[in-house]
Structure formats: C-alpha cells, structure tokens
C-alpha cells in the first residue's frame, strides 16, 4: 500500500497512522520531496478527475494568479504539489482520495 501526501499535513499522518494500527504496511510518500511523475499524476486524474484531485480550496491556489490556475491540471500538480487533495491511497484494489469514512470504512479503520 502506498499513502501519497505532505509529511506535514494532519489528515495524511491520522490516516497513515491509523492504516499501520490496522496492520497495513503503509509505504509514505511525501509528493514534495518526492515529486510524482507524469504517469502517476495522469493516472490520478484520470481516476479521480481535475475537480476532485486538484484543492481549489487551499492556500497555494489561493496564490495563484489567474494565468497559473488556467494552467492543465498536470502541470498545476506537477509544479505545485501541495495542491493535490491528501491523501492518495494506493492499493491493489485501486485508487483511494482523501481520508472520509467512506475509505476509513473500506479500510476498516472506522472503528
């Protein structure tokens, strides 16, 4: 299993934490020391689509300027990682965004 995220980031640390509690290795990622490759990050879109993956709501977007935020959504998150909604799980049952209770549940951390 591999948790793509920030190291520092709060939810990417409770859900990592939580997955190993439960007896999953977690290999950790941290999308800003280790920055994806175009494959990985088009793989992510494809599955989760630009308006799930890409946090209009953080503050990198909100520093932004008009002409980087029309920007394709591959070259956003390829230049600005932290822009990627965290966590991203991968499995062998797929691809998991975020830490809701709807994958704590598939996870069966939700207890």
């Known amino acids: ?20 509690a ?6 950790f990622i941290d999308v800003r020391q280790s920055p994806l490759d175009a494959t990985t990050l088009a ?13 209009k709501k953080s503050t990198t977007w909100r520093q932004l300027d008009a002409a980087a935020r029309a920007l394709p959504a591959l070259a956003l ?18 691809l998991f965004l975020g830490w809701a209770k709807d994958v704590q549940t598939h996870f069966g951390c939700d207890v």
């Not at 793989?43 to 946090?55: A, C, Q």
């Open 22 to 27: 439960f007896g999953n290795d977690v290999e």
């Open 43 to 55: 793989k992510f879109l494809d599955t989760f689509g630009d308006d799930k993956l890409l946090n």
């Open 77 to 94: 998150l390829r230049d600005h990682p932290s822009l990627m909604k965290r966590p991203v799980i991968q499995t062998d049952d797929g």
């Open 1 to 20: 299993m591999k948790l793509y995220g920030l190291k520092n980031c709060d939810t990417c640390r409770k859900a990592r934490k939580a997955l190993q």
